[in-house]
């Protein structure tokens, strides 16, 4: 990894606008190191079978995740960032014995991410007025009975956590050794751009398939993590909304999506 006193070479990648029709693991590994300048992502949630462990089946989502995001490294530039989706996750209990197990997915991919060598930058908080999408009816036993120990609010947020690979190439050096000054200067952002960390999510209308986040959110990604002409890449593509903020804000696109009527519908 470069030093910060030495002057790093700055590499144009060559890759142009793909999808990539393979699981996100498998699609990484086609990749060529730092090949991408923007990774956006939202993985699929952890969601165990009827007849699964539980303790079982998040250790292996877990491993699952450290190897994706451990080749998300590998072929993405140094210096540069990833963001992605998460949320704590509920899940319901499976006889009326039981309880409700409510898991906090989003501190443990924070903890992978750290072990795997990136940098935290933010942890940005989506605001969705209709809740998160994965806990509904959470609080309903409270709302009829107003008893103590049954307060459970229903969660209206998500994280938008961002991470940067390395610390030793100084974002300046990014800007600044540009070797299209041109491109950076037409990738300013604008005046109405967001100054806090809660930001408020409209979700997008219904589509034939649906979308793992709105593409308001991937523009405003896109459009403060990288320059015109990067390579944005998302390895949990989905129909494609990263693919779509990207060629709209003229970035190019790496998509890998192991569904293939969704892919098909992406393309």
Not at 58 to 82: H, N, P, Q, S, W
Request: aromatic residues 10%; proline residues 6%; charged residues 30%.
């Amino acid at each position: 990894m470069a030093s910060r006193r030495e002057k790093r070479e700055y590499r144009i990648s060559s890759l142009e606008n793909q999808v990539i029709l393979a699981d996100a693991l498998q699609g990484l590994r086609f990749l060529p190191e730092e090949s991408v300048d923007l990774i956006m992502t939202s993985p699929e949630p952890f969601l165990p079978g009827q007849d699964e462990d539980i303790q079982t089946a998040y250790a292996a989502y877990l491993e699952y995740m450290r190897k994706v995001i451990r080749e998300c490294g590998r072929v993405l530039t140094d210096g540069r960032f990833l963001a992605i989706t998460a949320s704590h996750v509920m899940i319901p209990r499976r006889t009326r014995s039981e309880s409700s197990l409510r898991i906090a997915v989003t501190f443990d991919l924070h903890r992978i991410f750290m072990e795997e060598g990136f940098v935290f930058v933010d942890d940005i908080i989506l605001r969705n007025a209709d809740g998160s999408g994965r806990m509904t009816g959470r609080g309903s036993r409270f709302s009829v009975d107003r008893n103590p120990l049954q307060y459970k609010p229903q969660p209206v947020t998500e994280y938008l956590m961002v991470y940067r690979k390395g610390q030793d190439v100084l974002i300046d050096a990014l800007i600044h050794d540009h070797p299209q000054p041109e491109l950076v200067e037409r990738s300013r952002i604008p005046d109405g751009y967001e100054k806090t960390n809660i930001w408020n999510i409209h979700a997008d209308p219904e589509e034939k398939y649906p979308a793992r986040f709105p593409r308001g959110l991937a523009e405003r990604v896109v459009q403060y993590y990288s320059f015109q002409n990067d390579v944005v890449l998302d390895p949990f593509a989905g129909i494609g909304i990263t693919a779509r903020a990207a060629a709209e804000q003229k970035r190019r696109f790496c998509m890998i999506e192991h569904c293939v009527e969704v892919a098909d519908y992406m393309m």
